[in-house]
């Protein structure tokens, strides 16, 4: 009803020469992708600026109680387009978002509005989402493409996983990252030159997995950390102040769930709406062939990293859903829902009991599904370690490093006495 | 044997103390408290000279610990231990059988629970209730810290205030202390929130017993404070323990830790490091300088010297005169103007924590100068204590603060567009068109930078106001603080002063805080040019010349302040106050045997039972204050006017409860159960089963389950369900029903018809943190409202469950019933709403509709707020009562949840008539609404309506509301005399 209002389309004449701003939420996956878009001909631009002219531009044009993530990622943008950079009139901007009943799914609307007050109007906004699309001519989701970004989220996993798997425990500084980067810069290319079938996805992958098991390291028991929580500041460096690596020089290893639990999680609920009260008749035929897609695809994955032995794989969602039905109902399904809580017990059956939960100051999804489950979850396994942090323009980084420490300091003693873990 | 022990040093640099420790084995050697004021590397490397003085330069096992100490430790190379885990090893090596340690630093809380699996845990980010809160209340009280222990040790009675933050705790004390409350009450209420902020917001369902051991700084001083600690929680003397090492846990727990990490260092060397890094390494942001010479500094003031008032000495004065008096919430003003409107008197000054006091003092004076040459003709008052004062001392006017401020800013710029007023604990702003005031806006608690903030920072880091203010103006590179809250903004400055930021450097960036967060939380302006071009600011912050210049620099505008910046409210009201011919103002002989007591009381008139405060002044007058409606003022109604939140109240309490056939189904009344609860009401009825409806919310009510609640920065009416869930499992139901529902009702009025995440599945939680629930059948399906044929089977599967097969015939003809209830209620409150339009209009009264969610109608959520507005002479109906009347509107945002498809109806509704104002109620911590108040004032401004927002919480401070409600009422009024 809405969606008239403010929609500038993006058209055809618009992908000879506009760039695309993206912003950035996981450094790693985000390069593959929009190598991939690259491929099919579209100009993209991944938004990797930082500093707190980010968020004060955010607050500038954002109400400043809206969730930090849409603070953050308008900011970044307004922040690009002033920056010089660019000719405004020949940029436009990508947004992804999940739709649902939290505020999240405003954020398109928001960034209109915002980019209205800042006078930019007239710059076309695309908005990714599952839950559908509108209507933009010079930007279409075809077939083709959507097979290669779905491997390019496969292959971001596992580079993602492995590498964190290997940063605290490689002999030479450096290496898992330099090794990461080489494939993500050839992974998108190949798509194009051998074509994509799942048979060279898993070659791939099995090859990825040979060359990191094969870096020097020296594995030494370390304080393992997972990191959950809503989606951006769990993975975006801006958002988190740069949670990773803050735990990575403080000597953990950080464990982070894979974005492919994300989507699953998006489209197995339009499966539950179905289960649940009888919505989508027509449509859930299609969304349990994409949630058995995908489970049959992560199950390949997992299965190789068994294979070769070195490495930690990640949990098959289908367990994660069966392990989380005791805590909390499937039906939640705003925010990241029940994959929240299915998440952390993921993270302990794996044996990581140490976890951040992160999440936006004031998430109304995540007074249920993150600090609402803890006590739960602790009363379940006493001996998992959360530390729920809430990130804003305004919190502090020594009050967050401060918890946080907390936390470490907990799982260090843990390690020591039981080293086996 | 002793001397074989190594020697263990522990430092504790905290937010506001630094404390060291040296120990040998056992034995304490040395230790020092001493407060910091920011300069952490001095006083560290202070500390360790003395410590080196007693002990030598024998090598030490050394630890650092505390929020300020982490950067320390860093560039100095010492290791560092997290502050909580440093008491957990201090608890276990003396105080092994300890059950809990409560833990309360300057700017932290922590409990750290032993019994049943080691847990600590320290406040989140929204979180007051500290030592540094406690010193901002007695700065508030203008006692000492001591002086707040000992008055709170003669307490009467306790008084509510609002444990979330020390902003919001604020707001609460100071209305009490303008009523005339008694300084010991206060003083043992604010204790006592520091209580319940760390009982509610760190215990988190864990109960608090066995063995207690109270650490920290406060903790250590306060006896009012243990005393109340160990009341609530109910310890016997020998479970609630006070170290003696209360102060230096940390540091003692440091010294531990620095043992077992094997590694010894000589002082001196540290010293030396200590202070080599005294050089900047900062990695917080900076801004540029507020002046870039003392010459830009000269003309910036000589620019601004010009907005001046004509003075003159009021004791050579002769003819007649007006007073003004602006009773504000934390300073008192006057103005004494003559015929010309020269300023003959004025007066600023702290409250002190008793103005009438301050007045009648003034008054005396101002007879005395004015000999038997002057008369006063007229007085008016405005401000907070308006009132009070205004019927304790006589005065003739009782002016709203808006109507104040702008005849005072006309006075020097007639065309002026924009008033920007911050004063002690209020931001104002108005637009003004056409002559008359176009909209209001007024800050909230959580973006409450203003004077009072100012003054304590510069309190905490040992200055005077002023002293703290001309230091920022030579801030070479003033920090970036942001622009959030106060709290937020205290560790701001503590990560500013880890990174070694100067005294002047925090006071500018202070000052650039307290404008941005003006400029965008309250105004909301993205630009100059929304303001106007005769902006006008004024308040007694803008005496700071930083705030000042940090103000037109954001705005890169000039703007006009008057040399009075901080008496315009006062002069204002003298200025009003030109009407009149005669004065009823107490004489000087009235005044000398006038007295002031007060009381506080408990309203018996309803069951809101208001905390009453009763003012009596001499013989014949009193004056009573805090109630929520007329009642408890001994005042009479003229007739209560139609009210659609009574209606809706007494129709969803008088709902048959049906009879006990199948068992008796507890339904909470809270959150979605305020639209819902005809129809889950006629469900289980029809099925035969009794249900027990829990009452409207009252205090009592939410305190009973406050315990439970894991997230406390969800919204009150959220954790308010923990105390209705309390409540129905006290009754012995055989089950409690509330469902999770993902969809609402679907009226078709938006794109979707969601329930926001909070409403929709609060059940989860409530399943997964209250305990006791798990005696009960605790009933929360997922059901699909908007098919009665799916819902009838759901149930069907659902309830058979429970309580043995229910045949589906049966079932559906239930949820036949339980729909017809509910259209059945839905349309009694259109009908409702309709007739109370139509009686307005009749009658010629005026119409609010006091929009917000279904649950806003709860007394408790809402405050009495809807009778405070009918006595104002409002015809009061609700967003759902006349909604139908208008189209479904299309807004600029995705219009997915229900009740919000309703609001904005209801804007448009109030858009199109010129008799009806539109006031939205907002949950303090409701996420939706950043995005719906947006929408509904552009809606009403775009109308040329007034937009009022109230932001209402746990506690929310009814003279606040009436004063915007009656800013509304005064500009309507104007534009009404305008036409």
Redesign the interface.
């Known amino acids: ?3 008239e ?2 929609y500038i389309p993006f058209t055809e004449d618009m992908k000879k020469d506009y760039t695309i701003l993206v912003p950035n939420m996981l450094p790693r996956h985000f390069k593959l992708i929009l190598q991939v878009f690259r491929n099919h001909g579209y100009k993209l631009d991944l938004l990797e600026t930082d ?2 002219q980010i ?1 004060e531009m955010g ?3 954002v ?5 930090y993530p849409a603070i953050l990622v308008i900011g970044q943008f307004l922040d690009a387009i002033q920056s010089g950079k660019y000719d405004p009139h020949k940029v436009a901007l990508v947004l992804f978002q999940t739709g ?4 999240a ?2 954020y ?3 960034l ?2 915002a980019l209205g ?2 006078g930019y109007d007239y710059v076309p906004v695309i908005s990714l989402s599952l839950a559908g699309i509108e209507k933009h001519p010079g930007f279409k989701l075809t077939v083709p493409l959507l097979h290669r970004l779905f491997y390019a989220l496969i292959y971001g996993d596992l580079i993602l996983s492995l590498t964190d798997q290997c940063k605290p425990y490689e002999l030479e500084k450096g290496s898992a990252e330099a090794l990461a980067d080489e494939f993500t810069e050839q992974l998108a290319a190949k798509m194009e030159e051998e074509g994509v079938s799942y048979k060279k996805v898993l070659r791939n992958c099995e090859e990825i997995v040979r060359r990191f098991a094969a870096l020097p390291m020296n594995r030494v028991p370390k304080v393992k950390v997972g990191v959950v929580g809503e989606i951006y500041v769990k993975y975006s460096p801006l958002g988190n102040n740069n949670l990773a690596q803050f735990l990575v020089d403080e000597d953990a290893e950080v464990v982070m769930p894979g974005l492919l639990d994300f989507m699953y999680y998006c489209i197995y609920d339009n499966v539950l709406d179905y289960e ?4 989508r008749r027509l449509t859930h035929p299609i969304y349990r062939f994409a949630s058995d897609f995908i489970i049959e695809k992560q199950k390949g994955i997992i299965d190789l990293i068994k294979k070769e032995g070195t490495f930690r794989p990640p949990a098959p969602m289908t367990h994660t859903v069966e392990r989380v039905r005791s ?3 499937l ?5 990241e829902g029940w994959l929240l809580p299915a998440e952390m017990l993921e993270l302990y059956d794996a044996g990581v009991k140490n976890i951040v939960c992160t999440q936006p ?9 993150g ?6 979850l ?1 009363d379940r396994h ?2 998992m370690n959360i530390v ?1 942090i ?1 990130y ?8 967050q ?3 946080i ?2 936390m ?3 799982a260090k003693e843990q390690l020591e006495q039981n080293p086996e873990t | 044997m002793k001397g074989c022990e190594p020697l263990c040093l522990g430092l504790d640099i905290g937010s506001t103390t630094a404390k060291v420790v040296v120990r040998q084995g056992e034995s304490v050697l040395y230790e020092r408290y001493e407060r910091h004021f920011s300069m952490v590397r001095q006083k560290a490397a202070e500390l360790l000279e003395q410590a080196r003085f007693v002990v030598g330069d024998a090598p030490v096992f050394l630890a650092i610990s505390g929020s300020a100490g982490l950067g320390l430790s860093e560039v100095v190379g010492v290791p560092f231990v997290q502050e909580v885990y440093a008491t957990s090893e201090v608890v276990r090596r003396l105080e092994p059988d300890t059950s809990c340690v409560i833990e309360l630093g300057g700017e932290d809380a922590k409990i750290i629970f032993f019994d049943g699996g080691v847990e600590e845990r320290m406040n989140g980010s929204c979180a007051g209730g500290t030592g540094a809160f406690i010193d901002q209340m007695a700065t508030l009280l203008n006692v000492t810290a001591d002086e707040l222990d000992e008055l709170s040790l003669h307490y009467t009675r306790i008084y509510p205030i609002a444990s979330r933050c020390g902003v919001f705790a604020k707001t609460d004390i100071q209305p009490l202390l303008n009523q005339g409350a008694r300084k010991e009450d206060v003083a043992a209420s604010i204790y006592q929130a520091v209580v319940n902020q760390t009982v509610a917001g760190l215990a988190q369902g864990r109960k608090i017993r066995g063995k207690v051991l109270f650490l920290g700084g406060p903790l250590y001083y306060c006896k009012g404070l243990r005393q109340r600690f160990a009341e609530t929680l109910g310890l016997s003397a020998e479970n609630a323990v006070y170290a003696e090492y209360a102060r230096f846990s940390v540091a003692l727990g440091a010294s531990l830790y620095a043992e077992k990490t094997g590694k010894t260092e000589s002082l001196t060397e540290v010293i030396d490091r200590v202070r080599a890094c005294r050089t900047d390494l900062s990695a917080s942001t900076r801004l540029p300088a507020l002046f870039d010479s003392p010459e830009d500094l000269a003309s910036f003031r000589a620019r601004h010297g010009k907005n001046t008032v004509q003075t003159a000495d009021l004791s050579s004065y002769t003819g007649n005169v007006w007073i003004g008096i602006d009773c504000g919430s934390t300073t008192t003003k006057l103005a004494v103007i003559g015929e010309d409107n020269t300023l003959l008197y004025t007066y600023y000054a702290s409250n002190r924590g008793n103005p009438v006091q301050i007045v009648r003092e003034q008054l005396i004076e101002i007879y005395r100068l004015c000999g038997d040459r002057v008369t006063v003709c007229g007085s008016a008052v405005t401000g907070y204590g308006e009132d009070l004062i205004r019927n304790g001392f006589g005065v003739d006017y009782g002016i709203v603060e808006t109507v104040a401020h702008y005849t005072a800013a006309k006075y020097f710029r007639p065309n002026v567009d924009f008033i920007l007023d911050i004063g002690g604990q209020d931001i104002k702003c108005f637009r003004i068109r056409d002559g008359a005031i176009d909209s209001i806006l007024l800050n909230e608690a959580c973006s409450s930078g203003c004077g009072s903030f100012l003054e304590t920072f510069a309190r905490a880091m040992g200055y005077t106001i002023a002293e703290f203010a001309e230091k920022g103006l030579s801030a070479k590179a003033p920090v970036n603080l942001g622009s959030r809250c106060t709290v937020f903004m205290n560790s701001s400055v503590k990560q500013s002063q880890k990174d070694g930021a100067s005294v002047e450097d925090i006071s500018a960036g202070l000052a650039v805080s307290v404008v941005k967060n003006a400029i965008y939380k309250v105004i909301r302006a993205a630009s100059a040019c929304e303001l106007g071009e005769n902006i006008v600011v004024q308040g007694g912050t803008f005496h700071n010349d930083g705030v000042l210049r940090a103000f037109e620099r954001e705005l890169g505008h000039e703007v006009i302040r008057p040399s009075i910046a901080g008496l315009m409210g006062a002069f204002g009201a003298a200025l009003y106050a030109k009407r009149a011919g005669h004065s009823t103002l107490l004489s000087a002989e009235e005044l000398e045997c006038f007295v002031h007591t007060s009381k506080s009381v408990l309203c018996q008139g309803c069951t809101n039972h208001c905390h009453l405060t009763i003012n009596d002044f001499g013989s014949k007058k009193r004056f009573v204050s805090g109630n929520q409606c007329e009642k408890g003022a001994s005042l009479k109604s003229e007739g209560a006017l139609p009210n659609l939140h009574e209606f809706k109240r007494n129709y969803l309490t008088s709902l048959p409860t049906g009879e006990n056939r199948r068992g008796r189904i507890g339904l909470p009344m809270a959150l979605g159960m305020y639209e819902l609860l005809p129809l889950w009401n006629g469900i289980f009825t029809a099925l035969g089963f009794e249900t027990v409806l829990s009452p409207l919310s009252t205090r009592q009510i939410y305190e009973k389950g406050q315990f439970s609640i894991p997230s406390d920065t969800a919204c009150y009416p959220a954790k308010i369900m923990h105390g209705h869930i309390a409540w129905l499992l006290e009754q012995g139901v055989d089950g409690i029903f509330y469902p999770c529902l993902t969809y609402n009702v679907d009226e078709k009025a938006g794109d979707n018809h969601y329930n926001c995440p909070v409403v929709a599945y609060y059940s989860e939680l409530l399943n997964g943190n209250v305990e006791e629930l798990s005696g009960t059948k605790f009933l929360y399906p997922y059901l699909n409202i908007n098919s009665p044929r799916q819902l009838t089977k759901e149930l069907q599967k659902y309830l058979s469950q429970f309580f043995g097969p229910i045949p589906r015939g049966e079932v559906r003809r239930a949820v036949k019933e339980g729909f017809a209830a509910y259209d059945a209620y839905m349309a009694a409150v259109r009908a409702e709403g309709e007739k109370s339009l139509a009686f307005a209009r009749r009658e010629g009264k005026r119409i609010m509709i006091l929009a917000g969610r279904p649950y806003h109608i709860d007394p408790e959520i809402g405050h009495g707020i809807d009778k405070l507005a009918t006595s104002l002479g409002f015809v009061v109906v609700s967003e759902d009562s006349i909604c139908h009347l208008v189209a479904p509107q299309r807004v600029r945002v995705l219009n997915q949840w229900t009740y919000h498809a309703r609001l904005y109806r209801a804007a448009r509704y109030a858009a199109e008539h010129a008799d009806t104002q539109l006031v939205q109620l907002v949950s303090f911590g409701c996420g939706v609404d950043a995005i719906t108040t947006d929408e509904v004032r552009e809606i009403l401004e775009g109308a040329g309506k007034y937009y009022t927002q109230l932001k209402i919480d746990e506690i929310t401070n009814l003279g606040a509301v009436r004063i915007r409600l009656r800013s509304l009422l005064g500009a309507l009024e104007e534009r009404e005399e305008k036409r």
Not at chain 1, 100 to 103: K, L, N, S, V
């Open positions: 009803m809405s969606k209002l403010y500093g707190p968020a607050l500038k044009y109400h400043n109680d809206t969730c649902g009943g939290c505020r799914s405003n398109l609307s928001l209109r509005k007050r800042a649940l009260y009888g919505l805590v909390i109902g039906g939640t399904k705003m925010g100051f004031g998430c109304l999804p995540n007074h249920i599904c600090k609402g489950m803890m006590k739960p602790k006493p001996d729920a809430d804003d323009a305004g919190a502090t980084r020594v009050n490093e401060n918890r420490k907390l470490l300091a907990n």
